[in-house]
Structure formats: C-alpha cells, structure tokens
C-alpha cells in the first residue's frame, strides 16, 4: 500500500494520460469481443463526438487542478476532515475510507443532484443523449456539467480531508470505472452477480441510461455499487429492453451534432414522460 501511495504522490502527468487512453483503448478492444449490443452506427463519427467532450472535461480539469491541489494540501496542513479526525489506521483501511468518501460526494451526490436540480439537468441531459452507450460515452459531459462535476471533487476533498495522493487514486479509479461501467460489453451472469454486490458494472449502470423515467432516475453509482442499494436509488430492468437516450432529445441533430447539442441547456425546457420536474407531482424540487 505505501508502494501505492507513494507512487501516486509524484504520478508523471503522462503516466495520468496512459491510463485514461490505455482504459479506452482497453475497454474499446473488449467491445469488439465481447459486446452487449451490435449496432451498425458510425462508430468514428461517434468516437469524434465523444472525445470532443473528453478533451474539453480534460481542458477544465486542468485549468481547475490548482483549486483541488490547494485545498487538499490545506486540509491535511490543518487537519481538517474526516480522514484528518480518524485515530491512526492501517494504510489500506485509511484509503479505502478516503475512496469511499471521495466517490459518495465526488460522484453519487452530484450525480443524483444533476437529475434533481432542474437547471443542473439542463447540462446534464447532454450526456443521456447519446443513443449507442459504450465506453467513450464515459466522458460525454457538457462543459459546464464538468465544473459541476470538479467542483464536487473539491468539496468531496475537504470534507474527506484527503491527501493528494489518495485523491489521485481516486480520479484513476473514477475514470477507469467510469469506461468500464458504460462499457458496450457483456460480462458472464456470475462475475455480474458478485462484482456488481460492490462495483458498478456495466448492466447495473445501463439501465440508468434508459431513455424514460423512472430508469434515468436510478444507478447514479461510479464506482461503488453500494450508495444506491444503502439510499434506494437502485434499479433493475432487462437489459434487452433498453433504449439508450433521452426521450425529450431524440432527435439526430440533438443526439450527434456538437454545436446543437452545447445549446442544448439554453434552449426552452423540455418536460420528459414523467413530468420530472412538476412541482405538483415532485415536492420541494425548484429550479
């Protein structure tokens, strides 16, 4: 563990950079072998369009990195947050308390947030437009979806008290759990059944990106499966009847053209099946 830690103290810039396109390209591989789905769309055009969007959440990230390594310095410098509180524990117990908290308000809370929050869904529902989910539809976010997104990495080290070592574990593992959970691949029924108990796999999370609710509304979880069976947000439905998609933006411009799809959140507000955000029907939800 301290072998871990200490390499992902100094992790060379490039070394963060291989793991994101090794995953891709892993995951990409796998897709070709193993697919949950054949589909004779246009898998460049495709590609383009999400590696669009990656390279713009990597762009914001990088202008916000220096917030997120300040506060996590700060926090351990003054012994502020729940891992800075905690009696001395074995290394591996320390990380896996860090993950897990990172993970819960890094991802699952902002995650469930973006579907509550009208004006956050707004940016949101960007990612829910693509109709053929697979593992480049990971980083599929808005722009300002990922400074959503960031923002809540920070606040999740604060409150975590995180070291920065730990919170680069973490964004490792988020990235490669993330191309791994909306992986177009089907895993045998056994190892979805005992890794799906605690890691979010690819049949949990593509439910939640059925095209209508209530499935949209569910499996928010990135890396550990356990948020959403502990806060009842979890779903199942046959993953032979799923449409990928949103049902408000079915449209082709609305699902494959950049420049649509970045006005997307500023165009009239669009009322799902479902009445989303209803206040007659939802209690308590505001714009």
Do not use: C
């Amino acid at each position: 563990m301290e072998a871990i830690a200490n390499y992902f103290s100094h992790i060379p810039s490039s070394h963060r950079s291989a793991f994101l396109l090794g995953g891709l390209t892993f995951f990409m591989l796998l897709e070709y072998g193993l697919p949950y789905y054949r589909s004779k769309y246009n898998k460049f055009k495709h590609l383009g369009i999400n590696l669009f969007f990656t390279g713009t959440t990597i762009i914001i990230n990088f202008l916000m990195a220096f917030l997120l390594l300040r506060t996590s310095d700060w926090a351990v410098e003054n012994g502020f947050g729940v891992l800075q509180w905690l009696p001395k524990l074995p290394l591996g117990i320390y990380m896996l308390i860090g993950l897990l908290l990172l993970d819960f308000i890094g991802a699952y809370l902002i995650h469930l947030l973006q579907h509550k929050v009208k004006w956050m869904w707004r940016f949101h529902l960007i990612h829910h437009t693509d109709p053929n989910v697979d593992t480049t539809t990971a980083n599929r976010h808005h722009p300002i979806e990922s400074v959503f997104r960031f923002s809540f990495t920070i606040l999740a080290t604060l409150i975590a008290g995180a070291p920065m070592y730990l919170v680069m574990i973490y964004q490792t593992l988020s990235a490669a759990l993330s191309q791994f959970n909306h992986a177009n691949i089907i895993l045998p029924r056994w190892v979805e059944n005992i890794v799906g108990l605690v890691i979010v796999t690819p049949k949990i999370h593509r439910v939640h990106h059925h095209y209508v609710l209530p499935y949209t509304d569910s499996n928010y979880g990135n890396i550990f499966s356990i948020w959403d069976r502990l806060l009842q947000t979890y779903s199942k439905k046959d993953n032979k009847e799923l449409v990928f998609g949103i049902d408000t933006h079915m449209h082709q411009s609305e699902q494959s053209d950049i420049s649509t799809m970045l006005k997307i959140p500023f165009q009239k507000y669009r009322q799902p099946v479902g009445a989303k955000f209803d206040e007659e029907k939802t209690p308590g939800i505001h714009e």
